[in-house]
């Protein structure tokens, strides 16, 4: 999959915008243990997916014709599809961290919230 930026670069701008989105996810996630604890927690979640959401969508574009077509169409599927599959890692670190899973939204939402990322990085990239 040539051609995709630093890895450097990807963990670096993972990391910031998981800390953004874990700050947000501090404040929508029940409380459980000390605040510095609970953002750990909550930037483990959103670091799932904007880590991990963005080599779902490097897979993705190494599909022919994606950029073609229905290949737009299928992209998004993909990224739902990818956001499950980040939604149920993230799911386990929460378990491992000794927290309910009662406290996260569905699994459906996993695939919900990388399709609304994505666009959100897409229409960045684009302007």
Known sequence: MGGGEPFLKTLTRSTVVAGALGIVFLLAFPR???????????????????????YVDRLLLALPGIRAGVGPVVRVVGWFAGGLWCGVIARWLWMQYGRDLGELPGLIWGGVFLVILELVARRREAA
């Open 32 to 54: 459980h243990a000390s605040l510095a604890s609970d953002f750990v927690d909550a930037f483990t979640v959103a670091f799932c997916f904007t880590f991990l959401g963005h």
